[in-house]
């Protein structure tokens, strides 16, 4: 019912900053969260970022200050933009939409940070 394509994603150097963008079609009422996840090698999956339909937001420890999401009505896009890169954040980023009852998730994009 709920389609998500990402982008954005891509090598870039420490320090540097990253857009993605996470484009959803479908069936996409009643969605009560949306949330950017990554997983490193070997790492289970953990939540970057997320926003609530009523636009609050929250993120993990490692990233606040440096990432931030937010999202376009209009475009039923989801973003994160993230600056200051370091290598831990080296990973595949996963989009997510929730609704009560279920959820969708996008293909994964790879996030590179070296030098």
């Known amino acids: 019912q709920v389609q998500l394509v990402e982008s954005g994603g891509g090598l870039v150097q420490p320090g540097g900053s990253l857009r993605l963008s996470c484009a959803a079609s479908?069936?996409?009422?009643?969605?009560?969260?949306m949330g950017w996840y990554r997983q490193a090698p070997g790492q289970q999956r953990e939540m970057v970022a997320r926003?609530?339909?009523?636009?609050?937001?929250n993120y993990v420890d490692a990233v606040k200050g440096r990432f931030t999401i937010s999202r376009d009505d209009a475009k039923n896009t989801l973003y994160l933009q993230m600056n200051n890169l370091k290598p831990e954040d080296t990973a595949v980023y996963y989009c997510?939409?929730?609704?009560?009852?279920?959820?969708?998730w996008g293909q994964g994009t790879q996030v590179t940070v070296s030098s």
């Open positions: 479908g069936t996409i009422f009643s969605i009560t969260a």
């Open positions: 926003i609530t339909s009523n636009g609050r937001t």
């Open positions: 997510n939409f929730a609704r009560p009852l279920n959820e969708y």
